[in-house]
Each structure stands twice: as C-alpha cells, then as structure tokens.
C-alpha cells in the first residue's frame, strides 16, 4: 500500500472542535492591569455625576420609536416592477426541490433568497446558492438593475454567461461557482466598475484566455476566484498590480508561464494545479499579510529560498509537486502561525532541519509533509516537540537510523507515515503514547523485533502497515485491544505460529495481508467471517489442513451484496490513498479520510493446503481474484464457475485437481488470467467461450485434449506445452499474439543456428578459411 495525498480546500466553515484545550485565559478583573500605576485613595478619587433617573414615559417612546421601523420592514412591500421580473424568472427555472415555492405574495421577507431595499423594496439581493436549479441561466435576471449580490452557486445552470449582467452597475458580488457554465468571460463583465468579488470556480467549461481587463476593470475588487475551470495562457500583468486586490484563487487550470511577484498585500494565494515555471518569489509586499500560499503541482524550480520564512502571518504553505532542489536551509524557520507545511514530491535533498518553527512550545503546527524528496539523515529528535502535530509524512525519502524514542510525546498525532526508508531498530513502545493515532504506516524498511503488546492501548488505529520489515514474533494476543483496525498489512516479515483470535476481533476488518511470512497450522474456521472483508492474503506461509467450508457468505463485498466498481487498475496488493481536510476555528483541527483500492479476492497460494476446494468459496459472487496455486488441493473443481460474475483472475495451478474442466469456465467473460496447469485434468477442454486466449492455461494435465466440433477429443487434438495464461484482456479467439510470434522465431533461429553447428560438414564449410584473391 503506498500512495497517499491530501487536500486542503480552498473555502472552509468554522467550526470548533474540543480536542485542543484553550490557551488564552480570560482577563484577571482583580488583576491591575498596569503595575506600575498609582492606586488612589478612594476617599480623595474623584466621585462620577450622578444623573437623575430617566422619565418612565421617555424610556417607552424611545422604544416605540426603534420597533416600529422594524416591525415596517418585516412588512415591506417587494417592489412592482421587480417582483413581476421575478415571477417570470420563476417560471422559466428548472426548480425540483421547489426551492422557489415562497415567490409569492408581496411581502418581500416572504421570498426566500431575495433581499430588498429598505426604502424603496427594489431587489438588491439574490441568493439561490445550493438550491438545485438548473437550465440556462435566464436573461430575466437582468431586469434587475439594482442588484447589489448575485449569488446562483452550486446549482446546475449551464450555458454562457449572459453579457447583460454588465448592466449591473451596482453590483458588488458576482458568484456562480459549482455550475455547469461554459464559454469565455464576457467583455460586459468589465462594466462592473463597483464590483468586488468575482467567483467563478467549478466550472470546468469555462475558460480560455483570462483577459488582460480582469486587473483594472473595478479598483474595488477584492476576492478573485477562477479555480477549477478550463483557463489556459498566462496570468494578466494587470492582476499583479492591482492593489485592491487581496484573494486571487486561478488553480486547476491550464496556466502557463513565469512566476513572478505580486505589488499587492495578498491574504490567500492559490496557483495550485497550473503549469507555471520559474523560481519561487518572496512575495514581500505579502509579508504581514499572507496566510494561504498554495503553489503546489507546478514546475517551480531551484531551491527554497529563505525570505519565504519572511511571511509573518502565513498559516498554509503547500509548495508540492514541483521541482525545488537542494537542501532545505537551517535558518529557513517560519512562524508560530504556520499550520500546514507540504514540500513532499519535490528533489530536496540533505537532512532535515532540526528546528522548523521558531518556538516549538508555541507552535501549532499540524501537518509536515516532506515526503517522496531526497532527505537523508535522521529524523531529528527535535520533531517530537512538535507537540501539536496532527500529520507526520516522511515517506519515501533515503532517512536511517531509528525512529525517535520520544515519538509518543506526539499524543495530537492521527497519521504517521514513515514507509520507504531505511528505518531500522524495533518499533518504539512510546507510539502507545499517541493515543489518537488511526493511520499507522511503517512499511518497507528494515525494522525489527516483535510486535509489542503496548500497541493495544492504540484503540482508534484503523490502518496497520508494517510490511516490507524484519518484523518477528508471533501476533501478540493484546493486539485484540485495537478494535477499530480496517486495513492490516503485515506482509514480507518474519513472523510465525499460529494464527490467533486477536484478529477475530478485528471485526471492522476490510484488507488482510499476512503473506510471506512463516505462519503455520491449519486456517482457523473463523478466517472468512468479517463483514466488511474485501482482500485476505496468507500466501506465501506455511498454513496446512483443509480450507475451511463456512462464513462464505458473511462478507458483503465478496457476495456483491454492496454494489461496488470494480478496480481495473488495483492489483491484488491494494492501494490506500489518504485525503484530509482542514478547519480553521478557535481549535484547529484535520479531518482524515482514505480510500482503499484493491481488487475483491482471496489468494491463499504457496502453502500446503490440501482437501477439496470448497462448493462455496468457488459461488462468490462478487470475487474479483482467487489464487490457491502451489498447494496439495485434490478433488474436481466445483461446477458453479457461472456465478461468479465478477471474476478477473483464477488461478488453481500446481496442485493435485482431476476430472474433467467445468463447461461454466466458459461463461466467464470478464477473465482476463486463467492458469488451471499442472494438475491433474483430464478429459476435453471446451472451445467456446474465448478460452483459446489462455493458451497455456492447461499445460501439465496429460489427460486433457482439445474437444473436436462438440463430439469429444480428436485424434490430433492437443494443448499448448507453454505456460501463457494472461488473456490480455480480450481479443480475438484462436490468434496467436504478436509476442507469441516473435519468441516462437527467435527461438526457431536459435535453434536452427545450434542444429547448423552441430553438424561437422556445416561447420566446416562455415568456417573454411577465406582465400586471397589478387
């Protein structure tokens, strides 16, 4: 399991979680707050005025004077002219959920979605964001000419954006993000002199060039939002100079060019997902004001220069996926304020700097993320005082040594990444101490030991990847404790014994690989009973008995029970893809997800199972790969192939099987691999069904011959000697691939040239030496 990646979404919600305790104290009120001021004697202090009390009547006209303008706006009258445009907009609205229902009357409080002057109850405001309408967006819009906010995001209007909404020329936002729109920006757009945010982003058809006009068309223009469309060329030399300016999102586009600095005091940056080249700027005009940099996914390259550390109040700063190089700087040391740090997928090399922050006490860093570079060294110690992290991703960098002893000091921390290092030494018993942990990832180091049972105290640990290691010692009993485990992967070690019932509780349990490794017994009765099972591997072991007959029918996945799309690109080692999510509240906190991609199957290959197959593991409905090759297995292969619908790869090789090969094998037209060799098979092979695609599927079974037009096994009739079992997917029946053809001639030619040497008349023909010739 590799491959992870996280988002961080450029609009976010407050929201307050209570995992963090506050550190701000309210105020002493018996506290001086200036020491060094004079305390006065209350006898000589002078006294306040002292007013007489107010006249009750007074109090009471004072009060019937505030309510009765309110109680007159609740009752405003929606303007004629407008409401009328209104109602004809209605009608041409595709509205399913009846979004729309309250546009009547003439009440305008009444009509939800619509603001209206106080005065004159002229429609100034529109919002039927998330409201599920769809179709064109209407010209009806544009008789209102007073509106100051148009807000039509997340619906499903599609079309061009209508050029009369220049006519607005009082309109200060403009947002029709998450839509269906398409075309360029209408030139009408620039007669928005007022206009202060312009937000746009999630219209995937919308783009072109971004015309030169969107930096000086309006200098009140504040929040600029293009992100996720179709926009291509460079960015306008007018955007990098408009002062006004403090929001610019243009990522997920097709944006070309040289990055260079913006004039302006910039509050959120967000060039991600372009294809922007050039080194990276200070942005020092952004110093005391930037908090969001988001640069990730471009062509960015040379080194990380220090002045970024100048960003006094940045919070996020994704640099990913680019080509920065060289080592990371020791005095690149960036503020208390900074949250987020992703510099992974890049080519920086060197150690990693042992001081991030400036004070780690203060800190509030959550998430660092340096891996997929070039890093060496060790982890520093220093990491560990981190103490508000949350995310820790190291992978696939060239770190040795061990991993920290004081890593448990880390007790905020969800997900710890450290695969694809040269980590060795045993797993520290302190990781007990990061209680929150729920993404555990150690995989493909050199890692030794056994197994502690301290783990168990990590009750919220849903992935478990210690693969690729040194790992010994049996599964520790204790480990039952982590109840939450999902995704366990302890392959490639050396682990052994039996297997035990701390994985029976694991009842949560989606992925299981304990293959290559030197388990041994027989397969507990137990093995296929989770419910949420969709991968077990115990290849490669030492496991002996029978394959247990029962709980085929338990796991959802493995009975199609759930629909689920099937993982064409997802082998059977499975892939985990970690995402998160960030809120910026009063406690911050990240919000972890992940993604398991693998193929539905059960690979038991490599052991010494022996018995017959049973009836139900073979009716799975929705298996995608089965594998119980190199085993001892006898007996006839069970005849309900046709119901499994799903099946890509079966691979049954290598064991003792007899009888004929069920007729059902033919129904399965999704099989891509088959490899029933060497076995003990006999009888015809059936002819339809594209089985030729598997020419080598068959060999190794003496006792099975080609079935000749439907009447029984011809004379000449024979199988294939090679072992050539992938189908490749399809193709047509009976032709030989054009690998097939060009092995089959060279080994011809090889083969022809020994038989040629071979012969002492060749030979000497061949090699007679030349006569000179005058």
């Not at 007669?191 to 006009?213: D, F, H, T």
């Not at 997802?570 to 919000?591: D, K, N, T, Y």
């Not at 695609?693 to 079974?701: I, L, Q, V």
């Amino acid at each position: 399991m590799a491959n992870k990646r996280y988002q961080i979404p450029p609009h976010r919600r407050h929201r307050r979680h209570l995992i963090f305790p506050d550190t701000i104290s309210p105020p002493n009120p018996l506290q001086n707050p200036n020491p060094n001021a004079m305390v006065s004697n209350p006898r000589t202090m002078e006294k306040p005025p002292i007013f007489p009390n107010p006249n009750p009547n007074f109090l009471l006209l004072v009060l019937v004077l505030i309510l009765i303008p309110a109680a007159a706006l609740s009752d405003l009258d929606l303007h004629s002219g407008d409401r009328e445009a209104l109602l004809e907009l209605k009608s041409r609205l595709i509205d399913p959920r009846a979004s729309l229902a309250s546009w009547n009357g003439s009440i305008c409080s009444d009509w939800n979605g619509i603001s209206c002057d106080n005065f004159t109850g002229r429609v100034v405001g529109i919002n039927l964001s998330d409201f599920d309408l769809s179709g064109p967006i209407d010209p009806g819009f544009c008789k209102l000419p007073l509106l100051e906010t148009l807000i039509l995001a997340g619906n499903g209007f599609s079309g061009p954006i209508p050029s009369c909404f220049g006519r607005f020329r009082a309109l200060k936002t403009l947002d029709l993000s998450r839509n269906k729109l398409d075309g360029p920006l209408p030139l009408e757009l620039a007669k928005l002199r007022r206009l202060e945010e312009l937000l746009l982003a999630e219209n995937p058809n919308v783009g072109g060039l971004i015309p030169e006009w969107i930096g000086n068309f309006s200098a009140k223009l504040k929040k600029l939002d293009l992100g996720s469309n179709s926009f291509q060329g460079e960015i306008p030399a007018s955007l990098f100079k408009l002062r006004s300016l403090r929001y610019l999102d243009l990522s997920s586009n097709r944006l070309v060019g040289f990055l260079r600095e913006f004039d302006q005091p910039l509050e959120f940056l967000s060039l991600a997902a372009n294809q922007l080249s050039g080194t990276l700027p200070c942005l020092s005009a952004s110093a005391r004001s930037l908090s969001v940099l988001n640069l990730a996914g471009n062509a960015i390259v040379g080194g990380f220069p220090t002045c970024i550390s100048s960003l006094r109040v940045l919070t996020e700063l994704n640099l990913s996926s680019n080509g920065l190089e060289f080592r990371i700087s020791p005095r690149l040391i960036f503020s208390d304020k900074l949250l987020v740090l992703d510099l992974s997928s890049n080519a920086l090399s060197g150690p990693i700097p042992s001081r991030i922050v400036e004070d780690p006490d203060r800190s509030g860093l959550l998430l660092l993320n340096l891996s997929r570079n070039r890093l060496s060294g060790e982890i520093p110690a220093e990491i560990t005082e981190l103490r508000s992290l949350q995310g820790l991703f190291l992978a696939q960098n060239q770190l040795a040594g061990e991993i920290p002893a004081a890593i448990g000091n880390l007790t905020y921390l969800q997900a710890l990444d450290l695969s694809y290092n040269y980590l060795s030494g045993p797993i520290p018993v302190s990781l007990a101490g990061c209680f929150q942990l729920w993404h555990l990832k150690l995989d493909h180091n050199n890692l030794s030991g056994a197994l502690r049972p301290e783990l168990d105290a990590l009750d919220s640990l849903r992935i478990l990847d210690v693969s690729g290691n040194r790992i010994s010692g049996e599964i520790p009993l204790p480990l039952a404790g982590c109840k939450s485990l999902e995704v366990v992967d302890l392959s490639s070690n050396e682990l052994a014994g039996e297997l035990n019932g701390a994985i029976l509780k694991w009842q949560s349990l989606r992925f299981l690989s304990l293959a290559r490794n030197r388990f041994s017994g027989d397969l507990p009765d137990w093995i296929f009973s989770f419910q949420s099972l969709r991968l077990l591997d115990l290849s490669g072991n030492r496991f002996s008995g029978f394959i247990p007959d029962g709980d085929f029918n338990v796991s959802a996945e493995f009975n199609n029970i759930d629909s689920h799309e099937s993982c064409n690109d997802s082998g059977l080692a499975g892939e985990v893809r970690v995402s998160l999510s960030m809120e910026l509240s009063g406690s911050q906190q990240l919000e972890f997800e992940y993604e398991l991609r693998s193929a539905v199957g059960i690979d038991l290959s490599d052991n010494a199972l022996r018995g017959e197959i049973p009836e139900g593991l073979i009716g799975l409905r929705g298996l995608e790969y089965l594998n119980l090759s190199y085993n001892y297995l006898g007996g006839r292969i069970p005849g309900s192939l046709e119901r499994m619908g799903r099946l890509r790869r079966l691979d049954l090789s290598h064991n003792s099987l007899s009888g004929e090969v069920p007729a059902s094998i033919s129904l399965l037209r999704g099989l891509e691999v088959l490899n029933l060799s060497y076995n003990s098979l006999s009888g015809p092979v059936p002819t339809r069904g594209g089985l030729w695609r598997f020419p080598g599927a068959f060999a190794g079974n003496p006792g099975l011959c080609l079935e000749s037009s439907g009447a029984g096994c011809g004379a000449e009739a024979s199988l294939p000697a090679e072992e050539a079992v992938d189908g490749g997917g399809g193709g047509e029946e009976g032709l030989i691939s054009v690998e097939a053809f060009l092995i089959s001639a060279v080994v011809g030619f090889y083969a022809s040239t020994v038989a040629l040497l071979c012969s002492g008349k060749t030979r000497g023909y061949l090699f007679q030496p030349l006569k000179p010739e005058f």
